[in-house]
């Protein structure tokens, strides 16, 4: 159930489940002749066409070979308003249309000018031109400075399918061709997916929780831990079905009471008539201490759990208390920290232990300074409640990311295009480079410490020296944190090349930038649900590219012909030739499973999609239940078989941020913390209306910008004291940089928070300066880019504090959501 690959140079630990997922996408059929004609792989003619996408399946109408309109699939349970926004990202005026060069580049050459990156300076070129110069690029590059000078980790999100991955598929065109430097982890789960395998033996964030029918029916109090169900659930690494929709509703009608625990009142607070709790951002760690505390000095926590599934609550006991620090981390303690009353910390103790609770948490917590400790501490908690693998009980990290919770279907799991990675095993340059693969959000660390030695969750590993990088299917100048350091470390690159569809601030800063199809304009394939897993679609292609848009499998097709690795690059099959193949696997399998499909052709002649049946077992679904029953027979995958509070592991690590047991350690900067040179937290919540960046450029922009910038959501006490009203353009700034964005003020955020939605397109007044202002409102320009700790390294793009003043000036206008000159 890996959303992104797991970490691949630092051995991971022991990782049953993902294990277990992944086995089946494993052997492929042989290679099957194209049998389909060309005809039906084309787009389709005037008509409506089934397809899928990040935001759900969907009816496309076709007029005249345009996309005219757009429907939600019928049996989408809860379809996201955000479709709309899909037909707008193929016509948009961001499509990227031809191949592109940077203009100081192509005149003088690889480095040439660079501060001019992101200037907007651009010279159209054939394809030939643009794939001859990738080519001589990499063979330049990898010549004169060997692999390890290559970066290709790609990280983002691009598209569902498993044939146009295009991150898969630049890394196998990079592993067929000599190698490159990968990078591991994601931006998600940074911090968790490093340390949960220590605590459960498992990536945990990735996994199955109990199901919503057994939390709707056996739950008696559900907590909301910084997550919001509601907004989040609405996209999915593959097509979403939307099941936690239904089980949302399920809850909400059950009546059953629901807590969420967030600086912000969030849509699902609100849509489930929750009670609200909202702490100071950023101190939930302690706030958790105080609840922890409590169960044990009122005796509520649950000793024979603890005794009998769980390692070193014993040596976790005299830091609670006190004893070891002189600090017992008491409600009083706890709330002078995260500023809810101790009465309330007290009471929310005695709450979650009275009946059975679930405590569901979200990700934004360990995507702060010292992260690790957050899911760690809430499995602590959860293992003095006592209920873990219960129906209805325990804790869950995945109810708010992907439909987390719906129901699994019998079915096949499709196999997916290899990234290559087979093929340089023990290759001569994975030991002689160094690094053979960075912590994700390291990146920008990487290329301004060529050579530095950084740690990472038991290792220790040499940054490459960097001097050329592909980026395929992600927009590392919206995700990445601190901006400003950003584009002064891109500026030490000699080559960055970029695949996109549409003018992000990545391409912008690209010097070779390639037009991508979007997968509305090829043929692909891909399962509805994450979780559920319950059908497998057609992502059949609804249009013609447009423009000189090529898919990303020819553009590396193309550059693979020019290194001479055509052939191992597509093994000699076509687009149709490997979706067959994929289909004709997950038909091995259904068949195994006692499950019916059709053949491939029936299925992609017919409506495209094949659906799964959902069994019983797989409703009443409850995780650990099988731990709980038989925890020497069925162990968990830590050192000891059991939850470890307290781990030996790290201990031997040694790390003074990430010490052996959950730990309230202050972050670098947090509201009211100690120095704290703002008076605001910046929290950067994932948006309603867009999934990161994308769709950023379509009108869907038009129903939530204020002033025709990102909102910038604020409290009323605060807005008063500054002079400002809802609707004012406004500048939120900290000593990283500043930028402009549309006053929302209300009452629906804690005083003293801030929120800006990350994704926001860049939008710098004067791209050759940086530190220069943003003028739409990328809040990336604000946050901190350190890693969580030397554990796992993980970004921290919800640590940030700053400060918001009604901009005085006449406000710039944006310039973003138009192609550069010429192009
Ligand atoms: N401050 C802060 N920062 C954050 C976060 C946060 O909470 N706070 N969240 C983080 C998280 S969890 C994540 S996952 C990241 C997300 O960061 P990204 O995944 O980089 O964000 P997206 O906007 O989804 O970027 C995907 C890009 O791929 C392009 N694309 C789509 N399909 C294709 C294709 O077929 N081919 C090609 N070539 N390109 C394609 C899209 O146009 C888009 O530009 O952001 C992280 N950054
Ligand atoms: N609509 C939409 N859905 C998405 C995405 C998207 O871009 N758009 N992105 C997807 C991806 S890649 C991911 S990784 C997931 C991310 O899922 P999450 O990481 O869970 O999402 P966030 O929006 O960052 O945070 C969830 C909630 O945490 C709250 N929060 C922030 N800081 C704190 C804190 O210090 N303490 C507490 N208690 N709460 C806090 C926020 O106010 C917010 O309501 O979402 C996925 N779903
Ligand atoms: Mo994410």
């Not at 630092?10 to 099957?32: D, I, N, P, W, Y």
Request: aromatic content about 8%; proline content about 6%.
């Amino acid at each position: 159930m890996s959303k992104m690959s797991p970490p691949t140079a630092f051995a991971a630990q022991t990782r049953r489940t993902f294990l277990k997922a992944s086995a089946a996408a494993g052997a492929l059929g042989l290679v099957a002749p194209s049998l389909l004609s060309a005809g039906v792989a084309r787009a389709a003619e005037d008509g409506e066409v089934l397809t899928g996408s990040h935001w759900g399946a969907f009816r496309a109408t076709v007029k005249g070979g345009k996309m005219t309109a757009i429907k939600p699939w019928e049996k989408d349970p809860h379809p996201s308003h955000q479709l709309t926004g899909v037909m707008d990202s193929i016509y948009s005026p961001t499509r990227i249309k031809y191949p592109m060069v940077r203009r100081a580049f192509l005149e003088k050459g690889p480095g040439a000018s660079p501060e001019t990156r992101g200037a907007g300076d651009f010279v159209r070129v054939t394809w030939d031109q643009a794939l001859d110069l990738v080519a001589k690029e990499l063979t330049r590059v990898r010549k004169d400075h060997g692999p390890t000078s290559i970066f290709a980790g790609s990280y983002g999100w691009m598209s569902p399918g498993k044939l146009h991955n295009c991150r898969s598929l630049v890394r196998r065109l990079l592993n067929q061709t000599g190698g490159f430097v990968s990078s591991s982890g994601d931006y998600s789960t940074g911090a968790s997916q490093v340390i949960m395998p220590h605590v459960m033996g498992t990536l945990e964030v990735y996994e199955q929780p109990t199901v919503w029918p057994v939390v709707v029916e056996h739950s008696d109090l559900v907590v909301f831990w910084g997550a919001d169900p509601m907004t989040t659930n609405q996209i999915g690494w593959l097509i979403p079905d939307h099941g936690a929709y239904v089980g949302l509703k399920a809850l909400k009608e059950s009546g059953k009471k629901v807590i969420c625990i967030d600086p912000v009142r969030t849509e699902t607070c609100d849509y489930l008539g929750a009670e609200w709790i909202a702490p100071k951002p950023q101190t939930d760690m302690a706030m958790m201490l105080g609840v922890a505390h409590t169960l044990y000095t009122e005796k509520l926590h649950d000793q024979s759990f603890l005794d009998d599934y769980t390692f070193g609550f014993d040596r976790f006991l005299p830091y609670l208390t006190g004893e070891s620090d002189k600090t017992p981390k008491s409600a009083e303690w706890a709330s002078a920290i995260c500023g809810i009353p101790a009465e309330v910390i007290k009471d929310l103790a005695r709450r979650i232990v009275k009946g059975r609770t679930m405590l569901a948490s979200g990700w934004s917590m360990q995507r702060q300074h010292h992260g690790e400790q957050i899911h760690w501490m809430l499995v602590t908690l959860a293992s003095m409640v006592g209920q873990i693998g219960l129906p209805g009980g325990g804790f869950g990290l995945s109810y708010h990311y992907a439909n987390g919770g719906s129901p699994s279907a019998t079915g096949p799991v499709l196999p997916a295009i290899s990234d290559g990675s087979a093929a340089v095993k023990g290759a001569a340059w994975l030991a002689a480079g160094g690094a053979a693969s960075i912590p994700v959000a390291r990146v920008v660390d990487m290329l301004m410490n060529p050579g530095k030695e950084f740690d990472f969750n038991g290792t220790k590993a040499i940054y490459p020296d960097t001097k050329l990088i592909y980026w395929t299917g992600g927009n590392p100048f919206a995700h990445h944190q601190n901006r400003n350091r950003m584009v002064e470390a891109f500026r030490k690159v000699e080559t960055f090349i970029v695949h996109d569809f549409q003018w992000t601030a990545t391409a912008r800063h690209a010097d070779i930038v390639l037009p991508a199809t979007t997968s509305y304009e090829r043929n692909d394939i891909e399962q509805i649900g994450d979780y559920a897993l319950s059908s497998v679609l057609a992502m059949k292609k609804v249009v013609e590219p447009v423009f000189e848009a090529r898919s990303d499998f020819d553009i590396l097709a193309a550059v693979a012909e020019r290194l001479g690795t055509r052939d191992a690059f597509t093994e000699g099959k076509d687009e149709m030739g490997w979706i067959k193949e994929f289909y004709d696997n997950a038909l091995g399998q259904a068949k195994a499973k006692g499950v019916t499909m059709p053949d491939f052709e029936t299925f992609w002649k017919g409506e495209g999609v094949v659906s799964f049946p959902i069994s019983d077992e797989a409703k009443a679904f409850v995780r650990y239940s099988a731990f709980r029953e038989d925890p020497l027979l069925e162990p968990l995958g830590t050192p000891t078989g059991k939850i470890e509070i307290y781990s030996k592991n790290i201990e031997k690590m040694g790390y003074d941020d990430c010490p052996a047991h959950p730990t309230w350690m202050e972050p670098v900067e947090r509201l009211d913390g100690p120095g704290a040179k703002f008076p605001l937290h910046i929290t950067t919540s994932h948006p309603k209306s867009r999934l990161h960046s994308q769709l950023c450029g379509t009108k869907l922009r038009d129903s939530y910008t204020v002033a025709g910038r990102e909102p910038c959501l604020i409290n009323e006490a605060d807005a008063k004291a500054r002079g400002i009203s809802n609707g004012d353009v406004v500048r939120v700034f900290n000593d990283r940089g500043q930028i402009l964005a549309g006053a929302v003020v209300t009452n629906a955020i804690r005083p003293g928070v801030i929120r800006v939605n990350e994704g926001g397109w860049y939008d710098p007044t004067e791209p050759t300066k940086p530190g220069s202002l943003c003028k739409y409102g990328d809040v990336n320009v604000l946050t901190v880019d350190i890693g969580t700790s030397k554990l796992a390294q993980g970004n921290c793009g919800h640590t940030a504090i700053g400060d918001v003043e009604k901009y005085a000036e006449a406000a710039p206008a944006v310039t973003v959501f138009a192609a550069p000159k010429n192009a």
